[in-house]
């Protein structure tokens, strides 16, 4: 008997079959008609209430656009707006100055592990271009178009990586 009381007084949540019984269950025969009559005057309150929100929503995001519309913003300077935001965030944020600054270390490192190297293949090339140029034993060699367009070549290149290991320098000297 305990457990018969228990089962009809159980407190556990319906499950899904539970709550598609009660669903299909028609509960009309156990209404009065003065109650059937009230439930329905009820319903039309309602569906009328939810229909004049909906109404009064429309109209405040019709305002909502007019005003947006009267003060220049739209969906373009919105999303401007959000973009700066956010990336002004993220360059404030901890995470991004300390890459920043990781990063930026290891481009100084770099730079100068660059230009080392560059310095060296110049010394190298110029050694070689001039003990080429004022070598006795090799005129033949030395006056082939062949020679002398490897010859402007490397001159060239190493004109060029000399400037290009100035700029960055120069470049470097002015962010400090």
């Not at 901890?94 to 110049?122: M, P, R």
Request: overall charge negative; charged content about 30%; aromatic content about 6%.
């Amino acid at each position: 008997m305990e457990a018969q009381a228990q089962g009809l007084l159980e407190t556990e949540p319906l499950q899904g079959r539970d709550e598609d019984a009660v669903a299909s269950a028609d509960f009309s025969s156990m209404l009065s008609e003065e109650e059937k009559e009230e439930l329905k005057a009820e319903l039309v309150q309602l569906e009328d209430e939810i229909t004049t929100l909906r109404q009064v929503l429309s109209a405040k995001e019709r305002h909502l656009v007019e005003i947006k519309q009267k003060l220049g913003m739209n969906l373009m300077n919105e999303l401007k707006q959000n973009f700066s935001k956010s990336w002004h965030d993220v360059q404030t944020s901890t995470a991004y100055k300390k890459t920043h600054e990781t990063l930026s270390h290891a481009g100084q490192k770099a730079t100068a592990a660059f230009s080392n190297v560059g310095t060296a293949i110049s010394k190298k090339f110029g050694d070689m271009s001039y003990s080429i140029r004022h070598s006795i034993s090799m005129p033949a060699m030395r006056n082939s178009p062949t020679f002398k367009s490897f010859e402007e070549r490397v001159e060239t290149t190493v004109t060029s990586l000399k400037v290009f290991f100035r700029r960055r320098r120069y470049e470097e000297a002015k962010e400090e």
